[in-house]
């Protein structure tokens, strides 16, 4: 059995696979076979379709915010808040509509007849559309057998730690269609939740502030924005590991989601404060703090470039002229530099690289982001403390102050803990947090040895125990409990 390995792209998103001469035959399912390199393989035939729940999530989520808006800016248009109106109408059109874009991208539509769909993304209905469309290929698979199309090799990781030999999973039509539409919901989950609820969100809580009552669907649409801006920021963190991770199958047990949801939760909801609090206080002076937080965030990546005198990555996309790869990468450290305004994106830009990723990311990008994160936060607070209005005469100032600072320690707290014990590859670290910590308190022992933070260590692989393998199979390779944070 020849195997061959090619690129596989789907709209941005590099996948593995494998072209098998139509002339071999098919391995019986559980079967064992000999790489090149003379490892032991475990074949596994047509995994087990999962069902979209990440698709039918973002979704929701989309629909919800989308309506909720709808009806607030219809309150705001009968009570003659002409400002609040159209800003609210902004931060919901502007994520829409690139939203429908980034599905009809993903999707290659534009050169299909499909004129239905087209037109469900002209209303701003393309994601639901997209969800019924996963739905049904959902419902239908599993009835009849289906050719692979793929087949893609990953190696287990069992608390933390890599077991076993490399095992291949065969995907077939629908699981590689049901795998596009989670790829692209991703996508669009991160655009709606850093380009449309983030400001959005801080909008609402400024308004609330400044007309000191709430409204019940006010209320309702920044607990929605909440929600949405939580999801994609668990949706950066997991795609980070994924992509840090590519050859090992990776599962994030619920610890894990918990630790991550209160680390996410607790760092957007304390730096949205600080921004509307502070804006408050010094209502102009918050626009130089925010563009300065944006072009820091959007000339990093491309002074990187420069600096490395790197040429731009090819076969972004096979019609894209050098002027569309320009903003196609403008686009996206755009949407980096309004990831990291309000929280750590996870992931570094590369853009000499054909995925835009840094594969080595260090611990030191991750520290030095939330040491100043951290100070630029308390001057805000300590500002906005000095210069505060009377509207807070009923308001506890040096608690409110004290709570804030405190919940973003927790935040990076939370995320400390998630690295140290419920990372799914924690073992792979070559230093983790406690020796990071060590580090800094012991800086003589530090000097003394060359830090690579972050690299994986070589391991020999061990001889793999057939007889557990063909017993502990797995047949979920797109697992949607990974997919759907």
Not at 4 to 28: F, H, K, N, Q, Y
Not at 160 to 171: H, L, Q, R, Y
Not at 380 to 400: E, G, H, N
Request: some cysteine; glycine content about 4%; charged content about 20%.
């Amino acid at each position: 059995m020849t195997i061959r390995s090619t690129p596989w792209s789907r709209g941005g998103e590099m996948m593995d696979e494998a072209v098998v001469d139509s002339c071999i035959t098919e391995l019986p399912q559980g079967a064992v076979a000999s790489s090149e390199n003379g490892d032991v393989v475990l074949v596994i035939n047509h995994s087990r379709v999962t069902p979209p729940l990440s698709v039918l999530w973002a979704t929701v989520l989309y629909c919800a915010e989308f309506i909720c808006a709808a009806v607030l800016c219809s309150i705001y248009h009968n009570n003659g808040d002409k400002i609040w109106m159209g800003l609210t109408i902004t931060f919901v059109l502007v994520p829409s509509v690139l939203t429908q874009l980034t599905l009809t991208f993903v999707h290659r539509d534009l050169g299909r007849d499909r004129p239905l769909v087209l037109f469900m993304h002209l209303l701003l209905l393309g994601p639901l559309i997209r969800c019924v469309e996963a739905l049904v290929i959902y419902c239908k698979a599993g009835r009849k057998e289906e050719p692979y199309v793929t087949i893609t090799r990953k190696r287990k990781l069992k608390n933390g730690k890599a077991v076993g030999s490399p095992m291949e999973w065969e995907i077939g039509h629908s699981e590689r269609k049901l795998a596009v539409h989670r790829n692209a919901f991703k996508r669009t989950a991160i655009i709606q939740a850093f380009l449309g609820s983030t400001p959005q969100l801080t909008l609402q809580l400024y308004a609330a502030i400044q007309e000191k009552y709430l409204l019940s669907t006010r209320v309702v649409l920044m607990a929605i924005s909440l929600i949405s801006i939580t999801y994609g920021a668990l949706v950066c963190s997991v795609l980070a590991i994924q992509i840090r991770y590519d050859d090992y199958k990776v599962r994030l047990k619920p610890a894990a989601y918990l630790c991550m949801v209160l680390w996410r939760g607790l760092e957007i909801t304390t730096r949205i404060a600080s921004l509307v609090l502070f804006s408050t206080a010094l209502t102009f002076w918050v626009i130089p703090v925010g563009l300065a937080n944006l072009f820091i965030f959007f000339f990093q990546p491309w002074v990187e470039f420069w600096v490395r005198k790197a040429s731009m990555p090819e076969n972004i996309e096979k019609n894209f002229s050098k002027l569309g790869t320009t903003v196609v990468l403008c686009m996206v450290t755009l949407l980096y530099a309004c990831i990291n305004i309000f929280c750590w994106s996870a992931v570094q830009l590369n853009l000499a690289d054909h995925d835009l990723i840094e594969k080595q990311p260090r611990w030191s990008h991750l520290a030095i982001y939330y040491t100043f994160r951290f100070f630029e936060n308390v001057v805000l607070i300590i500002l906005w403390f000095s210069f505060q209005s009377d509207f807070y005469v009923y308001v506890c100032v040096p608690l409110l102050v004290v709570q804030l600072i405190v919940c973003y320690g927790l935040a990076v707290l939370f995320m400390l803990l998630f690295y140290q014990f419920c990372h799914p590859a924690r073992k792979l670290f070559k230093h983790n947090v406690e020796d990071c910590l060590r580090c800094v308190c012991c800086q003589k022992k530090g000097q003394s040895q060359p830090q690579d933070d972050g690299v994986l260590v070589p391991e020999d692989l061990q001889q793999p125990d057939l007889t557990t393998q063909l017993g502990e199979r797995e047949t979920d390779i797109l697992d949607d409990t990974t997919e759907a944070a």
